[in-house]
């Protein structure tokens, strides 16, 4: 079997932006998400980091959310949440939504 056949959570696969540090407080990195689900993400970008490393990653309609890297290889690296979130709200485009006046959007909860 292949790793991903034993995964818990589903994946989506997406194209992306956000931002990596490698420290709670350090410089951010930019990084392209390839895929997410609620336990975790892979990233691509210019950052080096190793498996085991501690990393925070910016995530639309979340926030900030610490991870550990899973495995990494080139430019790219699994990083597996500390905690689940909702990976349909980091997908979910809330702004620039055009409503109509009074209607209002819900996103999936956890």
């Known amino acids: 079997m292949r790793e991903q056949d034993h995964r818990k959570h589903d994946r989506d ?3 992306l932006v956000a931002e990596l540090r490698l420290e709670l407080d350090g410089a951010p990195y930019g990084v392209k998400l390839r895929n997410i689900s609620d336990a975790g993400v892979m ?5 080096r ?3 085991g490393q501690q990393v925070y990653v910016e995530l639309h309609n979340v ?3 610490a991870g550990t890297v899973a495995w990494a290889a080139g430019n790219r690296c699994g990083i597996a ?3 689940t979130i909702n990976a349909a709200a980091v997908r979910y485009p809330v702004e620039d939504v055009d409503l ?3 209607q209002r959007v819900s996103l ?3």
């Open 13 to 15: 696969s997406l194209f």
């Open 43 to 47: 990233a691509e970008g210019s950052m």
């Open 49 to 51: 980091v190793s498996r």
């Open 63 to 65: 926030g900030s959310v």
């Open 81 to 83: 949440f500390d905690r």
């Open 100 to 102: 109509p006046e009074g």
């Open 108 to 110: 999936p909860r956890d």
